[in-house]
């Protein structure tokens, strides 16, 4: 007992020393302020946003963490609600530091049923250092029962982590440790190319088992060199020791590169041929060498994906270009902490049921309830006869009245919103002819003059349009456009215009965009709105704002901003209308741009890219870069991926459908796309106040064909896949 005493006298005498104060509570010895989560579905979940982390002394040698939710004035608990947890310090604890939801330093444990916790906090380095000492003199002290604070670590791991956490020191007492997974040998090769740029760094790879990146090699040369000849524009990342090649992989998308500036690191997926893919890191050695690591890199990248050289960009884009790849550009917003839309995530399964509805129910109606149930699902799933071989391609979701439209083959299926967010069944139309008799399954359909039509585009036939007239569920109208006008794309004049009613539209080939009047007699394009490009421009989709501004994505990577007035230029002028000129042109990142969207304000513009989303700014001294030219001072974009873990669970492939804005009445909340079977959503907010990693992620049953927002619902998704529909709803998880 009473070298029990000593042990805390000195310790309590460290503390006072480390700190320059202990707490007055003598059981108290040191507290963080955070945010507290624990690992759900794959993703981070917060407990409580606001809680106080102590290390406590229960009796002499035995400590313990305990993590209090702060309650806030006024606020009531429901009964039975936790708002306390305990976890014991013994010698087997490990707790390790990495980056939380909101890139603050966090402190990351595997608790005695191997559940995962996190504790971020904003406090300072020298409060970070003193947290950490308390804790390792409190492991040093602590009896030898079983822990509840234990990794799932082999003991070949290194103990000794540095404060960026995931990635342990290397010393020459901490030799490289040998991986928990094994690191297939890969052949042996000679470098080839020339040599653009080679820095020292660390070597780590990514240990699933642990949850952390394992050291290989201490002080290697990362370089990357040019293969072949210039215009090739081909070029490999090599990774060596003593002039031995330990790593090489070709530079591209598929790389995933992720790049955090605040720990000078770099992270990437290698796929094996097998399908397993590994997660590689690069540790700086200097702050400089990853900056001109990070920026020839991605030069490289942008000419691999353009096929043109850097130095051909235009000096006043090559910046832009650059910062995409940043993580540290001034945020647009200023983070304003967890909300309480923040804490939305997917519902489970059975949290679609209403319970309490359910309860006042006899069980005759239940078990009735539940027949008409499947039978709506039977319908929902099998629209056709049992032995189509169809499958779901479309989607259109209704802004005046409450009803999705899919395509199914040459059909329409139309489902109901429920007023509890679900679908409901309730018809499909006729088979989709042409005026001739030709059956067609269309390549686009849009909504159209108040939910009261369907605009079809035909799969070959690039000069017509379709409407089909929803109350009689069948098309009842062609509209041609001249040969000169083909029709690739099609989208409402103003963002919200087939809500109101409007007659017009505008359509979009690869070399022009023009407004679509079916009043008008013979061909329905009006020529005197018309705007085409002397040649091939590659433009590729299309979107406006609520005031007519036009936002155009390529094929190439550009996205075109054009003023409003373009729409409605002088009709007199055959210049203009000849030669469409955009109020700024932003060179992308050298990705063909597959789906473009922009706020009602034209404040945002969204850009979807096969393996990544632009989000891209464009207010700019007091207007948008649609009415007025941003030049140098465009300001950088959001580039949104997927997380190191979550491409990995995705076996390295991703190929995003274009991403769109919640719509509705209030300003854009939320971002959503998928990719394979997962439907992303991104918090918009949090996006603007560059927390570039807030999404939630949900895996479907099936490759999603389509997903869209409820009209004014941001929490509600439709989802289509192949052979069925459904709603992903979003709820407010507790705290």
């Known amino acids: 007992q009473k070298k029990g005493e000593a042990s805390r006298k000195k310790r309590m005498f460290l503390l006072k020393n480390l700190l320059g104060y202990v707490s007055e509570n003598n059981d108290r010895l040191v507290q963080l302020e955070g945010t507290f989560y624990d690992k759900y579905k794959k993703t981070w979940r917060c407990l409580f946003p606001s809680a106080n982390a102590t290390i406590k002394t229960v009796d002499n040698n035995t400590h313990e963490i305990v993590i209090e939710r702060v309650i806030e004035e006024g606020e009531e608990l429901e009964e039975g609600e936790d708002h306390t947890y305990t976890f014991p310090i013994t010698r087997g604890t490990k707790i390790t530091q990495t980056r939380?939801?909101?890139?603050?330093?966090?402190?990351?444990?595997?608790?005695?049923?191997?559940?995962?916790?996190?504790?971020?906090?904003?406090?300072?380095?020298?409060?970070?250092?003193?947290?950490?000492?308390?804790?390792?003199?409190?492991?040093?002290?602590?009896?030898?029962?079983?822990?509840s604070i234990i990794p799932q670590q082999t003991e070949q791991r290194s103990n000794t982590t540095s404060n960026t956490g995931l990635y342990p020191s290397l010393t020459a007492d901490n030799p490289a440790p040998i991986a928990a997974e094994p690191v297939p040998d890969f052949e042996e090769h000679e470098v080839e190319g020339i040599e653009l740029i080679s820095v020292k760094a660390d070597l780590f790879l990514f240990d699933t088992p642990s949850g952390v990146f394992d050291i290989r090699e201490a002080e290697v040369d990362a370089s990357i060199n040019r293969i072949g000849q210039a215009s090739d524009f081909e070029y490999t990342l090599y990774i060596q020791k003593n002039d031995r090649v330990l790593l090489s992989q070709s530079i591209n998308n598929e790389m995933y590169m992720n790049f955090n500036s605040k720990i000078s690191t770099a992270v990437w997926i290698f796929a094996l041929p097998d399908n397993k893919v590994l997660t590689w890191s690069l540790k700086f050695s200097q702050k400089d060498s990853e900056e001109e690591f990070k920026e020839k890199f991605s030069q490289c990248l942008f000419e691999t994906n353009s096929r043109m050289p850097f130095n051909k960009v235009p000096e006043s884009d090559r910046a832009w270009i650059l910062s995409a790849a940043k993580d540290d550009v001034d945020a647009m917003e200023e983070d304003d902490g967890i909300q309480e839309f923040d804490r939305l995530d997917f519902a489970d399964e059975e949290e679609d049921i209403d319970v309490e509805e359910l309860l006042d129910e006899d069980d005759e109606e239940e078990e009735e309830e539940e027949e008409e149930e499947e039978q709506q699902m039977k319908s929902v799933r099998k629209m056709n006869t049992p032995n189509s071989k169809e499958t779901n391609s479309g989607l259109a979701v209704g802004t005046c009245y409450e009803?999705?439209?899919?395509?199914?083959?040459?059909?329409?299926?139309?489902?109901?919103?429920?007023?509890?967010?679900?679908?409901?069944?309730?018809?499909?139309?006729?088979?989709?002819?042409?005026?001739?008799?030709?059956?067609?399954?269309?390549k686009k359909m849009m909504l159209h003059e108040g939910d009261q039509s369907l605009l079809l585009l035909h799969p070959t036939e690039n000069n017509k349009i379709y409407k089909m007239d929803l109350d009689r569920g069948e098309v009842v109208e062609e509209w041609k456009t001249a040969t000169t006008h083909k029709v690739l794309e099609i989208t409402p004049q103003t963002k919200y215009a087939q809500k109101e009613g409007t007659k017009t539209f505008v359509g979009l080939n690869n070399q022009g965009f023009y407004v679509i009047d079916p009043r008008v007699s013979g061909n329905k394009q009006v020529d005197t709105r018309s705007y085409v490009y002397g040649k091939p421009a590659h433009l590729n989709t299309i979107a406006t704002t609520q005031n007519g501004q036009l936002a155009?994505?390529?094929?190439?990577?550009?996205?075109?901003?054009?003023?409003?007035?373009?729409?409605?230029?002088?009709?007199?002028?055959?210049?203009?209308?000849?030669?469409?000129?955009?109020?700024?042109?932003?060179?992308?990142?050298?990705d063909p741009i597959i789906g473009i969207d922009v706020t009602a304000n034209g404040k945002w513009v969204l850009a979807t890219c096969a393996t990544y989303l632009l989000v891209?700014?464009?207010?700019?001294?007091?207007?948008?870069?649609?009415?007025?030219?941003?030049?140098?001072?465009?300001?950088?974009?959001?580039?949104?991926?997927?997380?190191?873990?979550?491409?990995?669970?995705?076996?390295?492939?991703?190929?995003?459908t274009p991403a769109k804005f919640n719509t509705g009445f209030q300003q854009e909340k939320?971002?959503?796309?998928?990719?394979?079977?997962?439907?992303?959503?991104?918090n918009f907010r949090k996006v603007k106040q560059n927390l570039l990693t807030e999404y939630h992620i949900k895996e479907e049953r099936d490759l999603v064909v389509a997903d869209q927002f409820k009209f004014n619902e941001e929490k509600s998704i439709v989802v289509a896949l192949p052979n069925d529909v459904g709603m992903a709803n979003q709820v407010v998880k507790p705290w």
């Open 670 to 682: 939320a971002i959503v796309t998928s990719t394979g079977k997962w439907v992303v959503t991104w």
């Open 616 to 656: 891209v700014p464009t207010e700019i001294e007091g207007s948008t870069g649609f009415e007025k030219r941003m030049g140098k001072n465009k300001p950088a974009p959001r580039r949104l991926q997927l997380r190191r873990e979550h491409v990995q669970m995705m076996g390295g492939k991703v190929k995003f």
């Open 100 to 147: 939380g939801p909101l890139e603050h330093i966090a402190f990351y444990w595997v608790d005695s049923v191997g559940k995962e916790f996190l504790f971020e906090t904003e406090a300072d380095r020298n409060m970070l250092e003193f947290f950490q000492g308390a804790l390792e003199n409190c492991i040093k002290d602590a009896p030898e029962p079983p822990a």
């Open 403 to 442: 009803r999705s439209f899919v395509c199914r083959g040459p059909r329409i299926g139309v489902f109901a919103h429920t007023p509890d967010n679900k679908l409901k069944y309730e018809t499909r139309t006729s088979e989709i002819k042409t005026p001739a008799g030709a059956s067609f399954t269309p």
């Open 552 to 590: 155009v994505g390529s094929k190439t990577g550009e996205i075109k901003l054009y003023s409003k007035s373009m729409l409605g230029m002088d009709e007199n002028d055959p210049l203009k209308r000849l030669k469409p000129t955009a109020k700024t042109n932003l060179p992308g990142c050298g």
